[in-house]
């Protein structure tokens, strides 16, 4: 499972997704599935969770906090080490 799924199962555990939205895979985006299914403060509500969310896992960015040392390999280990841990936990690793 890809992080996007990830952090998008996440979002809707949350967040449930009102009747009538489904993600749709081939847009990239949720869709509505009939017509008047929800009203449109429901939808307005939705999507503002749901940029919200975004907003808050794209704000998500970190620096590796070790150093880059070059020819120390346990330096480059730990930070390795350390990148991959910061992902993992959906962090957005800079620097």
Do not use: H
């Not at 499972?1 to 979002?11: I, Q, S």
């Not at 449109?40 to 070790?66: D, H, I, K, S």
Request: hydrophobic share 40%; charged share 30%.
């Amino acid at each position: 499972m890809k992080n996007d799924d990830k952090n998008r199962a996440e979002f809707e555990r949350r967040f449930p997704v009102p009747v009538g939205i489904k993600w749709d895979p081939s847009v990239g985006d949720y869709v509505v599935t009939c017509e008047g299914c929800w009203m449109a403060a429901e939808e307005v509500v939705f999507q503002a969770r749901r940029e919200g969310w975004l907003a808050c896992r794209e704000a998500m960015r970190v620096t590796n906090p070790f150093p880059v040392q070059m020819g120390d390999p346990d330096a480059a280990w730990a930070r390795q080490v350390a990148e991959k841990s910061l992902r993992a936990q959906g962090f957005k690793v800079v620097g």
